[in-house]
């Protein structure tokens, strides 16, 4: 059993497994190194042999536990025909989006579209260095793509206003999605996904009167599912303000949490399986620094399975540094 199953399964408190989120990407140099010579991200994302050796990258360099694909939650939208582009420093820009277009579409076309995905989770199956480590899949949640579909860029939360404003249409676009979200879960697990996280990144701009029917609901439907195929599920709600209604609500396998909220009150609230926390900005500091506050975490959930992670991304300005330093002290710890 991987490392990462055996602190979710058999509930192992004795380490912690250790990834992070977006341990793929433009902190390391040889990442950018592709970047340069790849401008289109979605291009380089359906490159399936550069997609999947960046998706090695960062287990070259550390002693990881996971792959996270190297893909983005946007592939999706851009699989039901909604135009997705990356700017330069200024994130994703997507299309107009058009709810007849997008009831039309074929299962069949979404999941040719999205080939060079499973081919690339096949290709990272195969090596050897993924070997006892668990090759992460993931997907955005449906309220968090609902929202990028309808907004177009990233939103701020005075923006969800206009969202919200057709409460009707997110519902119809968050039931559409569900369908094509199993579609896109099961390709992963099929071709090697061994564990599936659902990125959540907007769920702490809603209010809770909307949280049942945007958040519970809907992911608990893919979580679900996809314990149905006998996959353990994360799930990040990132910035949501109570994370034990959602655990109770969503039933995920495993709780990724935010660096905004104290990791004391969730040891207190929540007695599932809990990953991730620490502030990414930590890694920006010092070795003393880095060392102090990961200790936090570890020393906090001792006895409760913890998978080791950051509360967000690694940012691009980290050095590689301090994440090899990180990992060490978790490994030795
Ligand atoms: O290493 C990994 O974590 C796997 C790959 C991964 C990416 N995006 C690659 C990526 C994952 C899991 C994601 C998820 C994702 N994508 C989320 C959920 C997590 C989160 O950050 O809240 C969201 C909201 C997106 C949408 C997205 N993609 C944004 C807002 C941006 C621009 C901002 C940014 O961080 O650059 C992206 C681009 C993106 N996705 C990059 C990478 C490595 C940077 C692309 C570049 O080189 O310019």
């Known amino acids: ?46 490159d399936s042999d550069l997609a999947s050796e960046i998706t090695l990258q960062p287990l070259n360099r550390f002693n990881l536990d996971a792959a996270i694909i190297f893909s983005d939650i946007l592939m999706v939208p851009y699989g039901l025909n909604q135009k997705v582009e990356f700017k330069k420093n200024f994130g994703p820009t997507l299309g107009n989006l058009n709810m007849n277009n997008l009831s039309k579409i074929s299962e069949n076309d979404f999941k040719k ?31 968090t793509l609902a929202l990028y579909m309808i907004n177009k860029i990233s939103p701020k939360k005075n923006e969800i206003n206009n969202v919200l404003n057709d409460l009707n249409k997110v519902k119809d676009l968050i039931q559409i999605l569900n369908k094509y979200l199993k579609i896109h879960i099961l390709n992963q697990v099929e071709n090697g996904a061994s564990i599936i996280q659902i990125f959540d990144s907007w769920a702490g701009l809603l209010d809770d009167k909307h949280l049942n029917d945007f958040v519970y609901s809907p992911t608990s439907e893919l979580v679900t599912f996809t314990k149905s195929l006998n996959i353990p599920v994360i799930c ?18 495993v709780i990724n949490i935010d660096y905004e909220i104290d990791p004391h009150k969730i040891k207190k609230d929540i007695n599932i399986c809990v990953q991730g926390g620490l502030d990414p900005k930590i890694l920006l500091t010092n070795k003393e620094n880095i060392k102090k506050e990961a200790k936090k975490y570890l020393d906090i959930f001792v006895d409760q399975p913890y998978i080791f992670n950051l509360g967000h991304g690694i940012l691009p300005e980290t050095n590689p540094d301090m994440v090899e330093y990180l990992v060490n002290f978790v490994k030795n710890y």
Request: net charge positive; proline share 7%; glycine share 4%.
């Open 1 to 46: 059993m991987t490392p990462i199953k055996n602190t979710i399964i058999n509930k192992n408190t004795t380490i912690s497994p250790i990834w992070f989120m977006r341990q793929a990407g433009r902190y390391l140099p040889e990442f950018r190194n592709i970047r340069e010579k790849n401008k289109n991200f979605i291009k380089l994302c359906l």
């Open 236 to 253: 990040f709600p990132r910035g949501i303000k109570n994370y034990k209604n959602y655990c109770e609500e969503v039933n995920p396998d």
């Open 113 to 143: 579209k999205l080939n060079p995905i499973y081919k690339l989770i096949q290709k990272t199956k195969l090596n050897n260095i993924t070997k006892n480590k668990d090759i992460i899949g993931f997907i955005g949640a449906p309220w």
